[in-house]
């Protein structure tokens, strides 16, 4: 009956030996299908998509999980998947864990190898890069750059014998070098053995006398060590060596900035602009540095203006000379010169946004409303407006005197937006559009209203600029400058003072340490007769204007009727 049974059901006995084949057969078809999706993989990373690329090798690895290649490649990629589930410490963890078998099975794979030890150390596993290093090392000695990352891990746990074996272990191989040299003077002073590290430079001096670069250290070392004739002598050294690098120009430079002495600082620096050494890029950026403590210090601004001259001179006709003439002249309160030389850089070219926003900026903080606009309709002509651009040419407008001309541009800009906006004041037919736009989106319409009320305001229409602040809020309810607004010129029209409160209390709430803000609330405190209370942000606008250069008389004017009627009482 059971054999009946057993050739009824198509069943048949299974040794097990063919059961153990199967198994395998089983283990070798998810394998297969691991390699196909890994392979997928890679053809997707040649391709530079990314996104599929890791889909791919988690399914790759999700069939197959000793599939070590897939393994190895999902690991380290879920590290820089940024989710707050992949980036908690256990997962990060277990995607460590998941790299680890390739590595433990491939140690010549040298790169893997350097991949797993750079994310152990970084996840601050220590133990574990300085073990894979070891292993990969041993197996592959002429790989001596592990040498350093291995000096690198065991600094990291704080051996600094093994360390300095390393490194010397490196030198041995390779010879002596600066970056080798410069790891094992760190790692001396950060010992305190600040004899073995002097020693130190002075054995690189050795091994290639003629090179300035090792006098370089030699002072930079003598600089943190606080013996300051000796670094001027290693300075004087390297000069005499290499009369023209502008390298050593700069840390004589350095050093005479450090000792006060600004000739022979304006002196190195003239002679470090003059240098072949540096390409333009180093030397806006070593110029921009110095001419930026010159401002922060407020010091003698004819000495930036004679080194200024020098790069001018080099290079006369380079837009990127013109930008930072542009910014020197903006920071000195030049206006005009400003515009004018970020004019020449436009005419270079004109497709840069960062050069037209900078004339526009220069033009609005001059008070020249109508040139900025002028110059937003020129950049329409040659490029797409951007909507920091965009910010600029409303922002001139709404000051202009001309009131039909910059309410339509402001419409206009509104238009750019949704058409329906401008179709009539009821909310509710803007609704669609304020649930269709981004954050970015509703400030921008929201400054938008907030600068039709300025302008209606300004125009001695205060119902209407009500109802632009009003819209404005609808799209932002918490934007600063029109609750701000709104709330002051309620309190000059002695209308709704609780709601002028309410908003202007909000405003302090959102942004600290705003004197035209804390005036304000001063204002309407004092408008609701709370005179003490007004008296106290009143004094707190004033203090703040005072410390940020801000001398708007009005707070000042605020201050005294305020006194005045405190006195009163």
């Known amino acids: 009956m059971m054999l009946a049974l057993a050739i009824a059901g198509g069943h048949r006995y299974v040794s097990a030996k063919e059961a153990v084949n199967n198994s395998d057969r089983q283990k070798m078809s998810l394998r297969d299908k691991a390699r196909y999706y890994f392979l997928q993989g890679s053809i997707e990373v040649s391709q530079q998509n990314t996104d599929r690329a890791y889909e791919y090798f988690k399914k790759a690895y999700e069939i197959d999980p000793d599939f070590q290649d897939a393994a190895f490649t999902y690991g380290s990629q879920r590290l820089f998947v940024r989710t707050d589930t992949l980036q908690s410490e256990d997962e990060i963890f277990r995607s460590l864990k998941m790299m680890q078998g390739y590595v433990d099975i491939n140690p ?108 370089i250290m030699k002072g930079n070392l003598y600089e943190v060590t606080g013996d300051k004739d000796s670094v001027i002598k290693a300075y004087k050294e390297a000069e005499a060596l290499a009369p023209d690098n502008g390298n050593v120009k700069m840390s004589l430079a350095q050093y005479y900035r450090s000792i006060g002495d600004s000739v ?122 951007t909507l920091r651009m965009k910010n600029l040419y409303g922002s001139s407008a709404s000051m202009l005197d001309d009131k039909e001309k910059a309410e339509k541009i402001l419409q206009n800009l509104i238009d ?27 400030q ?22 009500f109802e632009e602040y009003e819209t404005s809020l609808y799209f932002l309810s918490d934007n600063p400058l029109t609750l701000n607004n709104y709330a002051y010129f309620l309190s000059e029209e002695d209308k709704d003072l609780e709601k002028a409160q309410k908003m202007s209390r909000r405003v302090l709430e959102l ?59």
Not at 114 to 136: C, H, I, K, M, P
């Open 108 to 215: 010549k794979d040298l790169y893997a190898t350097q991949v797993y030890g750079y994310l152990a150390t970084a996840l601050d596993t220590v133990e574990e890069s300085v073990r894979v290093y070891e292993n990969t090392y041993n197996l592959l000695p002429k790989e001596t750059h592990l040498l350093q990352m291995l000096a690198d891990s065991y600094m990291r746990r704080m051996d600094t014998k093994k360390a300095l074996e390393s490194l010397e272990k490196y030198e041995g191989i390779e010879g002596k070098s600066k970056d080798v040299s410069l790891k094992k003077i760190t790692i001396l002073l950060a010992a305190k053995d600040t004899m073995e590290a002097k020693r130190e430079v002075e054995r690189l001096i050795r091994s290639n006398p003629r090179d300035p670069y090792s006098l």
């Open 264 to 385: 022979m600082l304006d002196n190195k620096m003239y002679e470090a602009l003059l240098s072949e050494d540096f390409e333009l890029e180093d030397k806006l950026g070593i110029l921009g540095e110095y001419l930026q403590k010159l401002l922060d210090e407020e010091g003698d601004r004819t000495r930036g203006d004679h080194l200024f001259s020098v790069l001018q001179s080099q290079y006369p006709h380079e837009p990127q000379v013109l930008e930072m003439s542009a910014r020197y002249s903006g920071a000195k309160g030049d206006y005009a010169r400003a515009a004018e030389e970020i004019r020449y850089a436009i005419d270079m070219d004109p497709t840069n946004e960062t050069y037209w926003l900078m004339l526009m900026s220069y033009q609005l903080t001059d008070q020249k409303y109508a040139d900025a606009v002028e110059s937003y309709e020129e950049a329409e002509k040659v490029m797409e407006p």
């Open 416 to 442: 750019d937006i949704s058409p329906e906006l401008r179709q009539g004041q009821d909310m509710g037919e803007k609704d669609s559009v304020r649930r269709s736009l981004d954050y970015d989106g509703l």
């Open 444 to 465: 921008w319409v929201s400054s938008l209203y907030c600068m039709l009320g300025d302008l209606h305001y300004k125009s001695g229409e205060p119902e209407k600029a």
């Open 511 to 569: 942004v600290e340490n705003n004197p035209t803000y804390l005036d304000t609330y001063a204002w309407i405190l004092y408008k609701l007769g709370e005179y003490k209370e007004a008296l106290e942000y009143i004094e707190l606008a004033l203090d703040l204007a005072r410390e940020q250069g801000d001398d708007n008389d009005e707070y000042q004017k605020h201050y005294e009727a305020i006194k005045e009627k405190i006195t009163e009482e």
